[in-house]
């Protein structure tokens, strides 16, 4: 993408009126031409956020599938389908939230009729930010929920251990809190029921408590 300066984004003229449902529409217009990495060449499309430009929680993803490639939107192939039932099991409507992914493109490599898929980078985390900070500037959500490493990597700008930080409200520096847990796509890998029952039992906690935190910042 060309570089340009703010004037030149939809984004920050609808952001002089104060409307952050434009903005947040008009940043998703201009998502769709970006070229800001290599990742674009595969994909079929930018798979942008969706959700309400006032949602007090925002969930973020690494990438989009193949499925959320072709339908244009994050979460519904089979890890969607996991976080949809962790967010029922806490509590939480998905409609309430925003949900975006940290990568906007699909990273893949084409292996005959399949596509598949591959981590993203450093660089390319680090290239689609812009896309990710401008997003929680205008919802400035109470709290962000990093789902897994690569999320991660792109909320707080740094590798963090999942494990290690996981469940536990961290400061951001623009302002609210984030939390790490796990990818949903990670129970998928899992052989043992016991493990996958678990697993889901902790990421239903890490949701139910993102949640409550951010119910009482907004009071």
């Given at each position: 993408?060309?570089a ?20 947040l529409?008009a940043?998703?217009a ?8 290599h990742?674009?060449?595969n ?8 959700g309400?430009?006032d ?5 973020i993803?690494?990438q989009p599938g ?8 994050p ?16 509590g939480i ?9 940290a990568?906007?493109h ?6 005959g009729?399949?596509r598949?898929?591959?981590?993203p ?5 680090d ?20 789902l ?5 990597r792109?909320?707080f700008?740094?590798a963090?251990?999942i494990?290690?930080n996981?469940g ?5 520096p623009n ?7 796990v990818h ?15 697993e ?5 906690k ?14």
């Amino acid at each position: 993408m060309a570089a340009r300066g703010p004037d030149d984004l939809p984004l920050f003229r609808e952001k002089r009126i104060n409307d952050p449902v434009r903005a947040l529409k008009a940043l998703a217009a201009e998502a769709r031409d970006c070229t800001r990495c290599h990742l674009y060449k595969n994909a079929t499309q930018t798979v942008f956020g969706e959700g309400p430009a006032d949602a007090a929680l925002m969930l973020i993803g690494e990438q989009p599938g193949d499925q959320e490639d072709l339908a244009g939107r994050p979460f519904v192939g089979p890890a969607g389908k996991v976080l949809d039932r962790a967010l029922e099991a806490a509590g939480i409507e998905r409609a309430a939230v925003y949900i975006t992914n940290a990568v906007k493109h699909f990273k893949n490599e084409p292996r005959g009729k399949r596509r598949i898929h591959k981590k993203p980078d450093t660089g390319e985390i680090d290239a689609c930010r812009w896309w990710l900070d401008h997003e929680l500037e205008l919802i400035e959500p109470a709290v962000s929920v990093a789902l897994g490493a690569t999320a991660a990597r792109g909320l707080f700008r740094k590798a963090l251990a999942i494990n290690a930080n996981r469940g536990r409200l961290i400061p951001l520096p623009n302002g609210g809190n984030g939390l790490i847990t796990v990818h949903p796509s990670y129970l998928l890998g899992l052989q043992e029921e016991r493990d996958k029952r678990r697993e889901f039992d902790l990421l239903v906690k890490d949701l139910h408590f993102a949640a409550e935190a951010a119910r009482k910042a907004r009071g």
